[in-house]
């Protein structure tokens, strides 16, 4: 399920969101009831934002090869990985996913063999109707 939220709900989270970060009790409770009224309002619940904030964005396949993935493709199997399977991998494996997030991050390519390992462990881990059990 993909959860997405009108414009104008999730512009008013954002605003929202910022103000749990407040060291005044009363104002971060004040800011969990209003998050939860723009969710009623929308006729969703804060499993929906949850579902949200943890969902890799989607992005088109690279133009060319389609078996290339273009870095938005490799920061999204990063972030499944992460969000999901991180727990599950060998000390080198998560050592290697969160070079793969820095190099990532910061506009920097994977190599192609790098590229190959990290759709190998998406396949193999990431929970996207290939999730195996090992």
Do not use: C
């Not at 006729?43 to 993935?69: K, N, V």
């Not at 192609?112 to 996207?128: F, G």
Request: aromatic share 6%.
């Amino acid at each position: 399920m993909h959860t997405d939220f009108a414009p104008e709900t999730g512009a008013r989270l954002g605003r929202l969101l910022p103000r749990l970060a407040s060291d005044h009790d009363g104002e971060v409770v004040a800011t969990v009831r209003a998050i939860r009224r723009t969710l009623d309002s929308a006729g969703l619940d804060l499993h929906d934002l949850a579902e949200r904030l943890t969902q890799a964005p989607y992005d088109a396949p690279a133009h060319g090869d389609p078996h290339r993935a273009g870095a938005s493709d490799l920061r999204a199997m990063v972030h499944r990985l992460r969000a999901f399977a991180l727990h599950r991998l060998t000390p080198r494996q998560a050592d290697f996913i969160e070079t793969a997030a820095r190099l990532l991050e910061t506009g920097r390519a994977l190599t192609p063999k790098q590229t190959d390992w990290l759709r190998d462990l998406h396949d193999r881990y990431a929970p996207n109707g290939n999730y195996r059990h090992d």
